[in-house]
């Protein structure tokens, strides 16, 4: 049998790519927000329904061009332990401070109960994730936010294509971000996005991801958040293909869910979600199960994930230690199953055999 792994990269019919790759070589321009590029901003504004969004190299680039677009620098920001690392490195990396606040343990995302207590004098920001694309609880988050004047930043990385309340998910808070990374939903090989509703921050942003200047004339600090034209080309490629890549990740989720009730729990969502079937996370009753389920999918060469493990409040370089007990309960015996495209349907019965085994 053949290797099926957690996730697999989508790829367009090579075809459709080398006609955007004839524009590029037509063009002469590979980078430095080229037509394709734009186009792509365009076409990704549309699909999704926000307005202002900025094409850059990655997911993590986009969190650290929103904490300073923001000028978020060298405060508290409140953040979730139960998330990929780049949530947490991105506001280390800005100099900032995060402090964790558990999670919802029927959500998953981070429990807004939790939140005020942990504001302190030198909190500046919110940034929570939308975890697997599950909605975070955006208006009493918002109301929070507004009370005690502080920025929201969601890490949507997961989040693209999910509508809450009718409204693309990404279209909350000061900033939202994305990431277009070959490992998600939606990619374009590598790459990310920056999404906001005020056009004072978007215009901030477009300065910021081009060093800060308009041929000559050097406005503010900035970096080389960029993306190239090929990225650009492989978006554009893969938005004619979404719909459809949502469409058959749902029909495989769907299979999936007779593995619920077997002492397997899934984490809820809000009854306002669209929801994109990003991923599909069960929940062990304990972490012995779901090592002895891990090794027996090894055994037929089927390799989940422990998305996400460990509990980022946990990682060996923080300086202040915080406790996070439902992340680090949860992030034990939680497990994404593999769930991709052209997975086909008698892979996931006998994945779900082998895991109820
Ligand atoms: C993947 C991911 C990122 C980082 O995105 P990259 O494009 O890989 O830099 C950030 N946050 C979360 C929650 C992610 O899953």
């Given at each position: 049998m053949k290797i099926i792994n957690v996730t697999k990269t989508f790829l367009p019919p090579l075809q459709e790519y080398e006609e955007y790759l004839k524009e590029i070589w037509a063009s002469g321009?590979?980078?430095?927000?080229?037509p394709l590029l734009k186009k792509f901003e365009e076409s990704t504004e549309e699909y999704l329904g926000v307005s202002n969004l900025h094409f850059v190299s990655n997911g993590t680039i986009a969190l650290q061009l929103a904490l300073k677009a923001l000028d978020i620098t060298g405060g508290e920001v409140i953040t979730t332990?139960?998330?990929?690392?780049a949530t947490t490195s991105a506001i280390l990396w800005e100099r900032c401070e995060p402090v964790f606040v558990d999670i919802d343990?029927?959500?998953?995302?981070?429990?807004p109960n939790k939140i005020e207590q942990a504001i302190t004098g030198k909190t500046k920001a919110i940034m929570p994730v939308h975890v697997f694309g599950n909605p975070c609880d955006v208006e009493v988050i918002e109301k929070i936010a507004a009370k005690h004047n502080l920025k929201v930043i969601y890490?949507?990385?997961?989040?693209?294509g999910v509508k809450y309340k009718g409204k693309s998910l990404l279209s909350y808070g000061d900033i939202s971000t994305c990431s277009f990374h070959a490992t998600k939903l939606f990619h374009t090989i590598e790459g990310g996005a920056v999404i906001t509703n005020s056009r004072k921050i978007s215009d901030k942003l477009e300065l910021m991801k081009r060093f800060g200047h308009y041929g000559d004339s050097h406005k503010m600090l900035g970096i080389n958040a960029k993306a190239s034209e090929f990225q650009a080309a492989m978006g554009l490629c893969n938005l004619n293909h979404i719909d459809n890549i949502i469409e058959k990740r749902q029909r495989l989720s769907d299979l999936y869910d007779?593995?619920?009730?077997?002492?397997l729990q899934r984490p809820k969502a809000s009854d306002d979600t669209k929801y994109n079937y990003a991923y599909y996370p069960v929940i062990f009753e304990n972490e012995d199960k779901l090592l002895s389920a891990i090794e027996k999918l090894k055994e037929h060469d089927i390799f989940p994930r422990r998305?996400?493990?460990?509990?980022?409040?946990?990682?060996?370089?923080?300086?202040n230690k915080q406790s996070c007990p439902i992340s680090e309960d949860v992030s034990t015996r939680i497990l994404c199953l593999p769930l991709y495209p052209d997975l086909t349907e008698e892979a996931v019965n006998s994945i779900c055999e082998i895991t109820l085994k």
């Open positions: 321009q590979l980078t430095n927000q080229g332990p139960f998330s990929y690392v343990p029927d959500t998953l995302t981070i429990d890490d949507g990385a997961h989040a693209f007779r593995l619920v009730g077997y002492n998305y996400f493990f460990p509990s980022l409040n946990t990682l060996p370089y923080l300086v």
